[in-house]
Each structure stands twice: as C-alpha cells, then as structure tokens.
C-alpha cells in the first residue's frame, strides 16, 4: 500500500500520561505536515517538515507537544502531561514539494489517530 | 480569526440534482484553494484544487470557481449521487509558508434518493 498511514487509530489515556502517534507517509513524499481536528471544526495545522527538518510550528503546539522526523521517513508526534482539550483526531498529511515553478502539489491524509483523555 | 469559512454547515440535494458549496476567504495572499472530502472515520481525501491565476478548473462530475475579487470559490457536482454524502472542506495555502493548509468548518452534503 503506498497510502499515508497512522498509529494507533485511537487512544485513550488519563489525563497527565504522555501519548505517542506515528505517521507513515508516503515513500517518496519530502514533506510531512500534522493537523488537528475537533468536532465541527475543519483540520487546523499544527507544524510541518521538509526531509528531516522541522521548519514552522503554530502557535497551538505547546510545549507540550513534541514532534520530529529522523532521516526524514516516519515522524512522531508526542504529548507530554495530556490535558483534557488535548482531545482531538490527529491528522498527519504528506507531500511531494519540487520547488515553485513545478506546480503545487495536493497533501495526502492518512486516516488520523483520534485520541481522547480522560 | 477565521481566514477561510464555509458558512452552510449543511446542504441537502436530491439525487441527479447540482450541489453547490461556497466557501469565502480572507486572505489575499492566498495563492492556492483546495476542496477535500471526508467520510466519518477516515482522513480527508483531496477531490479537485484551482491555482488563483485561474477562474475554473473541471474534473468530471466537479468544478470548481473561484472569484478572486470577491475572495469567494465554490464546488458544483452535478450531477450529485448518494455516495458524495460527506463533509466538504475549503482550503487554502500559500507558497510561501510552505504550503500548509487553512481549512473551513466544513460543510455537511446530504444528497437523496
């Protein structure tokens, strides 16, 4: 399968304990980007990579929240100390970036980690 | 502050009929619209995008328009079939901060039999 994929799927943990996901992307993708979903609300971006670097961060990752990429294949993603608003479905998107002038390139979703805390 | 919003948070269309789903934007700077789909459990899946150098883009059954003066696009399907039941997402990005997707609220597309 060449598709994104994320786990665990779902995860339930008490409030305090620290949450690990892991996306997969798709192999010969060089960026990987990590959204948030709530209920109602569209996916909201929370930081990307390019390879292995970690290039921009929103606002809404605390410092909490941890991610990383080595030898840009996998990434994870980690929440220390979880909070009840920490409470999401975790998306993790992949891309293929040549440069502007080769054109834009769609992201592809996995299936998302949906986590909830107790 | 909300740059891109989808103000039906539904829309109901009977089978064989046109849907149209309209999502405005703020955001000048956007140089790239997306439209996503998704079904319950299961992560976004891309249908058709429209660089903003264009006004149309056609992909079968979909077309998307965007109307840059007026900061507004929006999705036709036609014609509409029960399986394009799902959650429609706008979204935009910007070259220049690395693509990243800002997304609407969605809009929740119910089409009868």
């Known amino acids: 399968d060449t598709g994104v994929s994320q786990n665990p799927r779902h995860k339930i943990t008490k409030r305090g304990q620290n949450v690990t996901f892991r996306c997969d992307p798709i192999s010969e993708h060089n960026r990987l980007y990590w959204y948030r979903q709530t209920l109602g609300q569209g996916p909201e971006f929370l930081t990307y990579?390019?390879?292995?670097?970690?290039?921009?961060k929103s606002r809404l990752l605390s410092d909490r929240f941890s991610a990383e990429r080595p030898k840009g294949s996998f990434s994870t993603l980690e929440i220390q100390r979880t909070e009840q608003g920490d409470s999401a479905m975790y998306l993790c998107?992949?891309?293929?970036?040549?440069?502007?002038?080769?054109?834009?390139?769609?992201?592809?979703f996995g299936p998302g980690t949906r986590l909830t805390v107790l | 502050d909300q740059q891109v919003k989808q103000n039906s948070p539904s829309l109901s269309v009977q089978e064989g009929r046109i849907s149209i789903l309209n999502c405005d934007y703020t955001?000048?700077?956007?140089?790239?619209f997306l439209w996503y789909k998704k079904y319950p459990a299961e992560g976004p899946t891309f249908l058709i995008s429209i660089s903003s150098i264009k006004d149309k883009n056609e992909d079968g059954r979909f077309t998307v328009f965007l109307n840059k003066s007026a900061k507004h696009l929006s999705l036709h399907i036609v014609p509409s079939q029960p399986g394009d039941s799902a959650v429609y997402f706008c979204a935009a990005s910007e070259w220049e901060y690395g693509n990243k997707l800002v997304f609407g609220a969605g809009t929740i597309l119910r089409v009868k039999s």
């Open positions: 955001n000048s700077m956007f140089d790239y």
């Open positions: 998107a992949s891309s293929l970036a040549q440069g502007r002038l080769a054109g834009w390139f769609e992201q592809f």
């Open positions: 990579f390019q390879n292995e670097a970690q290039l921009e």
